[in-house]
């Protein structure tokens, strides 16, 4: 079992800035893919960023230059850096892991409780 504690949420002005940390406990699979997903009212949950086990960088092209994704093996965690924030960013952001054993190819999918992102004046 994975489990996954996120933080650093909360409420920011517009142009403003806040980073997220997502910390993963567990079994923790060598080969993993972490990774943040928001969802606004009445919206469909869409992809934010995410960073595989090499490092491999994803960002979805509406965060591209103001969001930076990393991550530290060392601590199991990935974090999210998030500059230049926009009304539009408001949402509930979620952390993702996805991994499997190099035995398989089965992969073991868990998700962080969400936390909340305010942009307003």
């Known amino acids: 079992q994975v489990q996954l504690v996120e933080s650093g949420g909360g409420l920011v002005q517009p142009g403003g800035s806040l980073r997220l940390s997502c910390a993963a406990s567990g079994n923790i699979f060598s080969i993993n893919d972490m990774g943040w997903y928001r969802q606004a009212p009445e919206k469909q949950r869409e992809l934010v960023a995410s960073?595989?086990?090499?490092?491999?960088?994803n960002y979805a092209d509406s965060v591209k230059g103001r969001f930076t994704i990393s991550r530290d093996n060392a601590k199991n965690t990935v974090y999210l850096q998030m500059n230049s924030l926009k009304p539009g960013d408001t949402a509930v952001y979620y952390c993702n892991y996805r991994g499997r054993s190099i035995f398989s190819s089965r992969w073991l999918e868990v998700w962080g409780q969400g936390t909340l992102v305010t942009v307003s004046s």
């Open positions: 960073i595989s086990s090499g490092d491999s960088t």
